[in-house]
């Protein structure tokens, strides 16, 4: 009888440990979503409060000299313009702001479709055209017309948006950014290079660009400002597909941001290399 309630007793007590172990490790997982849920919440402050209301209060600034209407003609045309290229910084920012938020917060899906990288980049490339022309940056394209990935088309935009906006971003007057994509057959992907001639990035900003030990944010060769959201978006994007993504720097020698994707298929491997295509020509 003895040895019967203490067989009993033991296996009660294992029954009662495994229960206070998965308890435990719900409350451990519950503590790490809570702890990242928090981060996501001072992320969002934090570009709310200082990267959005610098814009935000310039837009109320040049909104409010054009309604007293006393400006000259030549100070009109100058403000306008400015007013232009504040809201198309504002957009941008809330664009990346919005899908990193999704992302955080909804677990965005994944739709895989095939995805001619021609066409993404001709599109982002037309999207950024006029930040190139203001700075006399000279862009050129080197994708092959028949290389195609399968991965979701949005999060592909937005990955070649961020990359040749940062590119052109930190590219001085004159300076030059060349998008280019090579079949890696072997591996089964596609990889995308971006490459700038701008200032580089220092080695000790390495390890902070996707967003991996901190929030990073550094202003461009011509003022231009960000949250420091794209490239962690753009880590995460290209990971969400099935790809990796990697930067090679020198502090005033320019930067190559690379990026692998899966090939959509045999159809898609096209291993000539394609003719250079100018986008936009240096002034």
Known sequence: ????????????????NRLLQRKNRAIGRQKEELGRLNRTKDTLFSIISHDLRSPLSSLYSLFSLLNMGTLPPERLAAHSERLTRTLDVTLRLLDNLLNWSAAQMQGDQVRPEKVRLQTVTEEALALLLGDAERKSILLLSEIPPLSAVRADPNMVRLILRNLLGNAIKFTPQDGRVVIAARCLEGQGVWEVSVTDSGVGIATPDMPKIF????????????????????????????????????????????????????????EAVQLAPAEPVTVAAAG
């Open 211 to 266: 967003g991996e030990t901190g929030h990073h944010t550094t202003l461009g060769t011509a003022l231009e400002k960000g949250t420091g959201l794209g490239l962690r978006l753009c880590k995460e994007f290209v990971e969400r597909n099935g790809g990796r993504i990697s930067c090679e720097s020198e502090p005033g020698a320019g930067t190559t941001f690379r990026f692998t994707l899966p090939l959509a298929g045999p």
């Open 1 to 16: 009888m003895a040895v019967a309630a203490l067989y009993r007793g033991r296996r009660r007590q294992t029954r009662l």
